[in-house]
């Protein structure tokens, strides 16, 4: 038998709630940082965010021009009709600098997103390292485009292709033969 009379309880977890791994872990954030916590939390990330779209507005296309909050979605719409870089590119590109590319594609509503999402936790260096990423490789766009397209270079293995993948996927690795 359950006993539900817990006040003090969130209350009873339904998987349509969402995964409960990720609601625990939610919930441990909110008790940890209090109120004046998240709030500086939340002041940190959208200022994060503002800054890192102030250093790539001139380079990359807005989405929006309303303010940012925690996050700065920019489009491909000048690297691509200047130089055929797309969104997918640049991503691939960031992977030899070093970053893991942030989400791609999906706004839907928005052709060519490119949406970073700085957490409260980056320092200036990081958020300066990142947008000098992204200018670099803006300028390698417009003066090797070749080397953009062809991104990855640097990682174990180079540029999958990706309809290919998502056409044919394999669910389970198989060690190749000797």
Same mark, same amino acid.
């Given at each position: $038998?359950?006993?539900?009379?817990?006040?003090?309880?969130?209350?009873?977890?339904?998987?349509?709630?969402?995964?409960?791994?990720?609601?625990?872990?939610?919930?441990?954030?909110?008790?940890?940082?209090?109120?004046?916590?998240?709030?500086?939390?939340?002041?940190?990330?959208?200022?994060?965010?503002?800054?890192?779209?102030?250093?790539?507005? =001139?380079?990359?296309?807005?989405?929006?021009?309303?303010?940012?909050?925690?996050?700065?979605?920019?489009? =491909?719409?000048?690297?691509?009709?200047?130089?055929?870089?797309? $969104?997918?590119?640049?991503?691939?590109?960031?992977?030899?600098?070093?970053?893991?590319?942030?989400?791609?594609?999906?706004?839907?509503?928005?052709?060519?997103?490119?949406?970073?999402?700085?957490?409260?936790?980056?320092?200036?260096?990081?958020? =300066?390292?990142?947008?000098?990423?992204?200018?670099?490789?803006?300028?390698?766009?417009? $003066?090797?485009? =070749?080397?953009?397209?062809?991104?990855?270079?640097? $990682?174990?293995?180079?540029?999958?292709?990706?309809?290919?993948?998502?056409?044919?996927?394999?669910?389970?690795?198989?060690?190749?033969?000797?």
């Amino acid at each position: $038998t359950l006993n539900f009379s817990h006040p003090q309880s969130i209350g009873r977890m339904r998987s349509f709630f969402g995964n409960f791994g990720m609601m625990v872990r939610a919930y441990t954030y909110i008790r940890e940082m209090g109120g004046a916590g998240l709030t500086q939390a939340t002041e940190m990330a959208v200022l994060n965010a503002c800054y890192l779209r102030a250093r790539i507005q =001139d380079t990359y296309a807005l989405c929006s021009e309303r303010p940012s909050m925690h996050e700065v979605v920019v489009t =491909d719409k000048r690297q691509k009709k200047e130089t055929g870089v797309q $969104t997918l590119d640049i991503a691939k590109r960031l992977m030899d600098y070093g970053f893991h590319p942030p989400t791609v594609y999906f706004l839907l509503v928005v052709p060519g997103a490119l949406m970073i999402e700085p957490t409260e936790t980056e320092s200036k260096e990081s958020l =300066d390292e990142f947008a000098d990423a992204l200018l670099s490789i803006a300028h390698e766009a417009a $003066t090797t485009p =070749d080397l953009v397209k062809s991104a990855p270079h640097s $990682t174990a293995m180079r540029r999958l292709d990706e309809t290919r993948a998502a056409r044919n996927p394999r669910l389970r690795w198989l060690p190749t033969p000797a």
